[in-house]
Structures are given as C-alpha cells and as structure tokens.
C-alpha cells in the first residue's frame, strides 16, 4: 500500500515531458498530465471557441493527440511539454471552429467600419489570402469576454442592438458603444497580426 503512494508522489514530483516519456511504456501515468492541464485547456479551448460542450470535446482531441504522438515528443532547448502541448490544443480548437463554422453555416456579417480591419484580398498574393472569417476570428480572441459576447451576438448570430439590449439586460447605448469598443480593440490587434 505504501509503495502506491510513494509511486503517486513520485508523479506529481516528476516534470510533465518525464511523465510523458513514461507513459509511453506505462499509459496509466498519463492521466497526472491530464489531472494538470484539463482545466487550463478547457479554459484556453473555451476562450477560442466561446462554447463549453465544443470546448471539452477539443481537450479531449488534444489529449488523445498528445498521447498518441508521445514517442515524437523531443525536448528541446525552448520546447517544453506545455508548450507543445498547447501549440496541439489551439490546433485542435482551430480544426473544431472550421467544423462548427461549416456545420452550422454562420458567417460574420461585417459592417464598414468593421472591414477597414481586413486587407484587401486583391492586394495579397494567392499564397498569403486567408479566409476573412479565420482572420477576424484570431481578432476577436483578443476581446475580453464581455465584448467578444456583444461582438457574437451582433456580427455573429446577426442579432440587432434592440435584440442585445434585451438578451444582455442593458440599454441599447451600452450596445452601441461595447460594439464601438471591441471594434477599437480588434483594429489594435490586427495591427500586430501579420496578414
């Protein structure tokens, strides 16, 4: 009984690229990686995809994907397994928001002021075009939460101001100037995004 619990501190005590080296020989000390980082992708997952059940559903990719490419994990001077880890996380979330973008076939509607934000396609190469929706998503992960929702519900869902206000429990003022705002925000950052 008391090697079991040597052998559980020992886990926690170990560093998350030694657990997954180990668990390429011994899958049941996988579940300490699991137990350290499912709430802080669960966290991440739904800060990119603003939906719970879509968010549980990419940790869950993410953590087979990681076990599953164990063997090919290297360290690397730079290259912890956090960092790995969450570079798999944000591919999945990324992968799922296409899928869901597809499946229930919404798109931004954007208003002019919000399209002075995206390049013109005509002035980009074949090679560096993106899909605007992609783009003006990796925008609206810099909105705090309570304008990335105002910002959804308005672009996204298509919903008018009246409809927010009343969705929201505010005025239709504070509508109009959360929009005003996260659109502000989203032109700060599409100037520190390559595009």
């Known amino acids: 009984m008391n090697t079991v619990n040597e052998k559980h501190v020992d886990l926690q005590v170990m560093k998350d690229e030694e657990i997954l080296s180990l668990s390429v020989h011994k899958?049941?000390?996988?579940?300490?990686?699991?137990?350290?980082?499912?709430?802080?992708?669960?966290?991440?997952?739904?800060?990119?995809?603003?939906?719970?059940?879509?968010?549980?559903?990419?940790?869950?990719?993410?953590?087979?994907?990681?076990?599953?490419?164990?063997?090919?994990?290297?360290?690397?001077?730079g290259a912890t397994f956090k960092s790995w880890g969450y570079k798999i996380l944000v591919n999945s979330c990324f992968t799922r928001y296409k899928k869901m973008k597809r499946t229930r076939q919404f798109s931004f509607n954007l208003d002019p002021e919000l399209s002075e934000i995206i390049p013109d396609k005509r002035e980009l190469s074949m090679g560096e075009q993106r899909l605007d929706n992609d783009y003006i998503l990796s925008l609206m992960s810099k909105l705090p939460n309570l304008l990335h929702k105002t910002f959804s519900l308005h672009f996204i869902s298509g919903k008018s101001h009246e409809q927010i206000a009343e969705i929201e429990g505010v005025n239709v003022g504070v509508v109009r100037t959360r929009l005003h705002r996260a659109r502000e925000v989203m032109k700060e950052a599409s100037a520190n995004l390559p595009y």
């Open 27 to 77: 899958p049941e000390v996988f579940s300490e990686l699991v137990d350290r980082y499912q709430e802080k992708f669960v966290k991440k997952a739904f800060f990119i995809l603003r939906d719970e059940r879509e968010a549980e559903d990419a940790v869950q990719d993410t953590f087979v994907k990681i076990y599953m490419n164990a063997k090919k994990f290297r360290t690397v001077e």
